[in-house]
């Protein structure tokens, strides 16, 4: 009982923010394809695992096709060219993440998936708003809100998307043109009034053509995006400015930045509690709210949220212990279900060797030259010494091409070589450690 009285004198003292000053990030994923790439399957097949994932608020999924006939256009090829996609299939999230060619692992969509959660609660400063869309004439409009006080955009790109769905049994949210404008928008609550409209082509089918837009920086990152697609009636989402992924002091209290939930969808009744899904068993959980109320962790409590609110929320954490906490906050309304905010704590003191916080024992490091034209060198890292490990080959298509054992690894830095066959053409290769989940390693070979 002591701690939570602990808890309690401290939270009270946190200064409390009046309102958020960042919008739930809607993520958009552009991929790169062509009708010719077996593995290209793959990438779709990753792509609607992630799409079944999340609701139209969260993702956007549109899709470009090169030397495809039909399903190609100068817009399509133009976005090629500025991520210098040079073999499919390619995934590209908010213009930063990038993962490129096939195989099991992006089939199953865990790398696609990962990708995701560094961006699921994340923010923007701007809020997206389509107001208007007629597939008939072509025309969209909407709005885009600065709602950072701070974040100033200048001169930067404006994109108009026309996307078609189902145009075959499997090329769907199809891209069919682009256009982009400039903007420049800061200051807290100003707004930039955006239109445009599309030609349509009457050989698409006008009932699966939607639009999105978007803003992207010079460097790429795409700030906020907004589609025509449906939302659902009951839209919960949050966001941080911080990572979820929080290291703390060992045997003391800890208190969280606030983490803002929004309600876009339909005033709801939800309950809210603290799931702990591991922790020592001498940590304790709590949370407080802008108001300064405080809530014991464990417990469900119910809470209304009326349409278009927000609030903040505190997590509060005493670590009678050194270790790592696994915790999510969970929200759960009988429209709803349940909506999960998961948290990742560990104390600063645990040892990077815990099995539970260090990476796999053996992992890829550098590959040099690259781009090679004959010879590759290849380093392992590993923290103990291992009897075998496997490097496998793959190329663009997914296809394992070759593969490289050597027994008895040394902890400490091993150096492999790889000389491909002369049947093998120049073009991007992946280099995968057998039984690894880590993202395999790119090279590119030149002859």
Not at 86 to 92: E, R, V
Not at 260 to 267: P, R
Not at 271 to 281: F, G, K, L, N, R
Not at 295 to 312: D, E, H, Q, R
Request: proline share 6%.
């Amino acid at each position: 009982m002591k701690y939570y009285v602990l808890i309690l004198s401290l939270v009270f003292a946190v200064a409390l923010t009046a309102s958020p000053a960042y919008f739930p990030l809607s993520s958009i994923a552009e991929g790169f394809y062509s009708t010719g790439c077996v593995s290209c399957l793959d990438g779709l097949a990753g792509m609607n695992i992630l799409d079944d994932s999340a609701h139209n608020g969260e993702f956007i999924n549109i899709r470009h096709y090169i030397n495809s006939g039909a399903l190609s256009n100068p817009s399509s090829d133009a976005r090629f060219d500025h991520y210098q996609v040079f073999g499919t299939p390619s995934f590209i999230l908010n213009g930063k993440t990038r993962i490129d060619g096939g195989g099991s692992w992006i089939a199953d969509g865990s790398e696609y998936l990962n990708a995701y959660k560094n961006y699921r609660f994340g923010d923007s400063p701007l809020k997206m708003n389509l107001s208007s869309w007629s597939a008939a004439t072509g025309q969209l409009s909407g709005t885009i809100e600065m709602i950072s006080p701070t974040f100033n955009i200048t001169n930067q790109k404006k994109y108009y998307v026309l996307v078609e769905n189902d145009v075959t049994t499997e090329a769907s949210h199809i891209v069919r043109d682009m256009a982009f404008e400039t903007i420049s928008l800061s200051g807290l609550g100003n707004v930039n009034n955006f239109s445009h409209t599309f030609t349509i082509n009457p050989g698409w089918n006008q009932n699966n053509l939607w639009v999105a837009v978007f803003v992207q920086m010079d460097d790429d990152t795409i700030l906020q995006s907004v589609s025509s697609l449906p939302l659902p009636a009951y839209n919960l989402r949050a966001a941080m400015d911080w990572e979820p992924r929080v290291v703390v002091t060992g045997n003391s209290t800890f208190t969280s930045n606030p983490f803002w939930v929004f309600n876009l969808g339909n005033a709801e009744d939800y309950t809210m509690q603290i799931v702990v899904d591991s922790a020592p068993a001498n940590w304790f959980f709590n949370y407080c709210d802008e108001e300064g109320y405080c809530f014991p962790g464990s417990v469900a409590l119910p809470i209304y949220l009326p349409a278009n609110s927000t609030k903040a929320l505190h997590l509060n954490v005493i670590t009678g212990a050194s270790g790592i906490a696994q915790v999510r906050f969970q929200f759960n309304s009988p429209n709803l279900g349940t909506y999960d905010i998961p948290f990742r704590l560990l104390t600063d003191d645990v040892s990077v060797s815990d099995p539970s916080v260090s990476p796999a024992a053996l992992k890829l490091g550098a590959a040099w030259p690259n781009p090679f034209s004959s010879e590759l060198n290849l380093s392992l890292e590993s923290t103990k010494d291992l009897p075998l490990a496997t490097l496998e080959i793959y190329n663009l298509k997914g296809q394992k091409v070759d593969s490289i054992s050597r027994n008895s690894i040394q902890s400490g830095t091993t150096v492999l070589s790889w000389i491909p066959s002369a049947q093998l053409p120049s073009g991007v290769y992946f280099m995968k450690l057998q039984g690894s989940e880590a993202k395999p390693l790119k090279v590119l070979l030149v002859k």
